[in-house]
């Protein structure tokens, strides 16, 4: 059944789908948002065969190396208005990012941790399938650890076998030294655990209601007395994390389905760090955001690292895993196979690794 298969899988059948029309006219809208390099150059490579059959393409994407790679002429809309096109050859990524944003934004990436603390998470002997490697890394205060690999690498399964979504075979998690035992989302919320899923519609947000609802939702306690909700609390609350995460809406009531990708997203970042995380997992953090919203949230994520909390990013994007991460996880085959420092990553080296062309190798 598709709704057995992960994100980047139903990705794949919804493509498969839409080539199989024979159509005149084919339109992708974020076709590659859960996919990694290797499913993105299968994918160019049908598109541009399409092309020349004379198959008219209308390529969405907030990629802008897709866009540069793969387009003729570009087009770019902001909020809801059209600004301009021109021809791909006649333009680089800094003259989109202007266009879609009105202003120059700067680097999109922060500056790295020039210093790391101490360890405050570690896992240790973990296995997720009968049939993978036992599995160990750490992470200390300040840093950002970036984890990447190919679809079905078992990124996703990790994160959520950490925040007790899923099952493990066997395993310790340590935060800041003590073991912890984690039987379910709510003892992880309870160590102080979160994790940003990788689909926000379907497994993170409670769309047809406020954001003050969103906000609130794994920290009840902060808005509640003697067991119900007290509005002013609950605006309170709402208020605060809006503003601090720019959040562009109408209000605290405004429905979550009515905002933007990226406000979206913002809005479920606020729902975890209502609960003032120790640490935070977040997968795929910008997939399908705009560049400004992107660069948001990177400054953010390495704003909290900064301020202690730990930070797991997972990312099918490997410039964003390079650019955002001090060191790099590689995951092959359900475990972790290589461990990179920021000054040795490469997209070439990552790679090598997530194809499972080098050989494994434990980690302490």
């Not at 913002?266 to 760090?273: C, D, N, P, Q, R």
Request: overall charge neutral.
């Amino acid at each position: 059944l598709a709704g057995e298969l992960s994100v980047a899988n139903q990705q794949l059948v919804e493509i498969a789908k839409a080539l199989s029309l024979n159509c005149k006219v084919l339109i992708l809208d974020e076709p590659t948002s859960a996919l990694t390099e290797r499913e993105v150059h299968i994918l160019f490579a049908l598109l541009r065969k399409l092309a020349e059959r004379g198959v008219g393409i209308l390529y969405i994407s907030h990629k802008l190396n897709e866009v540069l790679e793969l387009t003729h002429r570009v087009t770019v809309l902001r909020d809801g208005q059209y600004i301009g096109t021109v021809k791909t050859s006649e333009i680089t990524g800094d003259d989109i990012v202007r266009m879609m944003v009105g202003r120059d934004i700067g680097d999109i990436y922060p500056p790295k941790a020039t210093a790391v603390g101490d360890i405050i998470f570690e896992i240790a002997d973990l296995r997720l399938k009968a049939s993978a490697p036992l599995t160990s890394f750490s992470l200390r205060a300040g840093e950002i650890l970036g984890v990447s690999g190919l679809i079905g690498s078992g990124r996703t399964e990790l994160a959520r076998a950490i925040f007790g979504a899923d099952t493990r075979l066997q395993g310790e998690i340590r935060l800041n030294g003590s073991p912890l035992v984690i039987r379910s989302p709510l003892d992880a919320i309870r160590y102080g655990i979160a994790y940003l899923p990788e689909d926000r519609k379907a497994a993170g947000l409670f769309l047809d209601m406020a954001i003050s609802l969103n906000v609130e939702a794994a920290s009840l306690r902060q808005v509640t007395q003697r067991g119900f909700i007290v509005p002013a609390r609950e605006r309170k609350l709402a208020r605060e994390y809006i503003n601090q995460l720019n959040v562009v809406a109408q209000g605290v009531d405004q429905e979550v389905r009515r905002l933007s990708g990226g406000n979206q997203q913002k809005v479920l970042l606020a729902k975890w760090l209502a609960i003032r995380p120790k640490l935070l997992i977040v997968d795929e953090p910008t997939r399908g955001i705009d560049v400004n919203a992107k660069r948001e949230i990177h400054y953010l994520l390495r704003q909290l690292a900064g301020e202690g909390v730990g930070i797991i990013m997972i990312s099918s994007e490997l410039p964003e895993v390079i650019g955002m991460s001090d060191r790099v996880l590689v995951m092959h085959g359900g475990a972790v196979v290589a461990e990179i420092a920021s000054a040795d990553a490469t997209e070439e080296r990552i790679m090598h690794h997530a194809s499972g062309q080098a050989n494994t190798y434990s980690l302490r």
